[in-house]
């Protein structure tokens, strides 16, 4: 009983941590989204949309191809359960350390495609194209030089450490530009050139100067931190241990060719853009643009708690055992769990969903003026606040599955991936030449939906044989579906009738019809949907944990 008990503890300990990391993630992606966002308003006022198509579109496909493709499988193999015991801490060091010579591989091959391969664009409009690519694949490079500390602090979940450290980098990276793009304008891509180095610079420092004070310390100590010195920090072998945990190895190579089908799917219509060459950089930069700012709710909430509940599940539940094999508090546990996540990633969706259709305009108007809210422009909003519904709900169900899988289901699973990465690129391209730029976010929808179905799927097999069953219950209630249908009736109308060519007194009035539907709804989710407030309150408001310990 007493076993039971601690195990218990043990599991409801993780939650309140991985709890904790959602919300200080979930602050910190607000944090960088206003500051991107609040960038990219300047930056539009003096640089041309052609050369923000190359930096958003072409060279951040290079860096975040470059980075995932090195790092994502480590990432998740290294925090799985059976990873994480101290005995085993060495052969993951030395482990997550291939991270880099596979970096500086993606490097040279990447950048070859990048400067020989693909089209250069005008020098005229976009200066120092072959330079920039270079420092971008650097900087690439330069944040894997932070992998390991990175794991060790995500397992031991130092929230307040990422926080701050992604936070100095950015603020970091939007002064660079500002000044850059205020004092050297005609510096062209060397302005965002410098600005990323300073940012992956920044970040690999902060994560290094903490460890330095960190291991050693009085803290460290009590808490049992596996690692003792700075030396612990480096590849390196032991007496009676392989350097390489050869299964831990295998996981990871398996994931890594998941990763690289995920990237595609990921970034799919940005690759889309890039290789075929579907749009012009200026379309390209204006899609960006909008897509960043569609997807901003998506990435400051969603991801947060994908990637802190990952580490959740992959602690609570044991990878490859199935339902009757684990223990039964965990599992009821990570069911409970996992059917509130997706409760309210639903609900939070579907308010998008509905406000995001009415609003788009205006919202495109606002923040770009005509040179974002004509044309395409509101139409590729209003089609991403529906994606933004698919996008939560499959973050959540991925979640869970990429945590619960075993080794050989994740071999299975590549084939998935492989068959939905070859249908989003015929989809993308085929929509694309029917619909434009509408075509890459009907083809995510489709995707996006197919992936949804397989995860579910799999929850439901894994859960069958046990009493819990977290795909149930997920339904808003009526009287919330409700509400959110007259707010979509109403919010039609009132853009029709008081946006968006009229003055700014009745786009006010726009607003305010806005506001009172918003109100309307969330009051409906307080009254009815009490189970879903109580979860938000004891693990996502630290405030609420806090006064409850």
């Keep these: 009983m007493n076993q039971r008990a601690e195990c218990r503890m043990n599991s409801e300990d993780v939650l309140k941590s991985a709890s904790t990391l959602a919300s200080y993630n979930v602050l910190l992606q607000v944090v960088f989204r206003l500051l991107t966002f609040l960038l990219n308003a300047f930056t539009l006022r003096f640089v041309s949309k052609e050369l923000i198509g190359v930096v958003n579109v072409r060279l951040t496909l290079l860096y975040s191809t470059l980075v995932f493709l090195s790092r994502e499988a480590f990432r998740r193999a290294c925090l799985s359960e059976g990873s994480l015991t101290p005995h085993r801490w060495r052969l993951v060091i030395n482990l997550l350390w291939l991270t880099l010579p596979l970096g500086l591989l993606w490097a040279v091959l990447l950048g070859g495609v990048w400067l020989w391969l693909l089209e250069a664009p005008d020098p005229a409009a976009v200066p120092f194209y072959g330079p920039a690519v270079v420092v971008f694949a650097v900087a690439g490079v330069q944040e894997l030089l932070a992998e390991p500390l990175w794991v060790l602090a995500q397992a031991h979940m130092f929230v307040r450490l990422k926080v701050v450290a992604e936070s100095l980098a950015m603020i970091a990276k939007c002064s660079v530009t500002v000044v850059l793009v205020v004092a050297a304008s005609d510096w062209g891509l060397y302005i965002f050139s410098a600005a990323h180095m300073v940012y992956t610079g920044v970040l690999v420092l902060s994560y290094l100067l903490y460890f330095l004070r960190f291991l050693g310390s009085a803290e460290a100590k009590k808490r049992n931190f596996p690692l003792r010195s700075a030396s612990d920090l480096l590849p390196h072998s032991t007496d009676g241990q392989p350097l390489v945990d050869w299964s831990l190895a295998r996981l990871t190579w398996s994931f890594f060719k998941q990763s690289f089908l995920k990237q595609i799917l990921t970034e799919g219509e940005r690759y889309v853009m890039t290789f075929l060459n579907v749009l012009s950089f200026g379309d390209q930069g204006v899609y960006d643009i909008v897509n960043n700012l569609g997807s901003m709710v998506a990435r400051f909430v969603f991801l947060p708690i994908e990637e802190s509940f990952y580490v959740f599940f992959a602690k609570v539940l044991e990878r490859g055992l199935d339902v009757n094999s ?96 070859v249908s989003f690129l015929f989809l993308s391209y085929l929509l694309t030449g029917w619909a434009g730029a509408v075509g890459f976010i009907l083809a995510n929808c489709i995707n996006m939906g197919l992936r949804i179905v397989h995860s579910l799927l799999f929850i439901h097999r894994y859960f069958q044989p046990s009493a819990w069953s977290p795909l149930r219950g997920l339904a808003p209630a009526p009287p919330l579906l409700l509400s959110l249908a007259l707010s979509a009736v109403a919010t039609a109308a009132s853009e029709s009738l008081f946006c968006c060519h009229s003055g700014w007194l009745w786009r006010l009035v726009h607003v305010g019809v806005g506001a009172l539907c918003l109100l309307g709804v969330l009051t409906t989710v307080l009254l009815t949907e009490t189970r879903l407030i109580q979860f938000v309150r004891t693990h996502l408001l630290p405030r609420y944990r806090t006064k409850k310990t």
């Design 326 to 421: 684990q223990k039964k508090e965990d599992v009821g546990m990570a069911a409970q769990v996992l059917e509130s996540l997706l409760k309210l990633v639903l609900v939070i969706g579907l308010i998008i969903t509905v406000f995001g259709y009415s609003y788009s305009h205006l919202a495109l108007d606002v923040y770009g003026g005509s040179l974002l809210s004509t044309g395409a422009g509101p139409t590729l909003l209003r089609c991403y606040s529906c994606y933004v519904l698919l996008l939560a709900v499959n973050g959540v169900t991925e979640c869970f599955v990429f945590a619960a899988m075993s080794q050989r289901e994740v071999d299975s699973y590549n084939l998935v991936m492989l068959a939905l990465s």
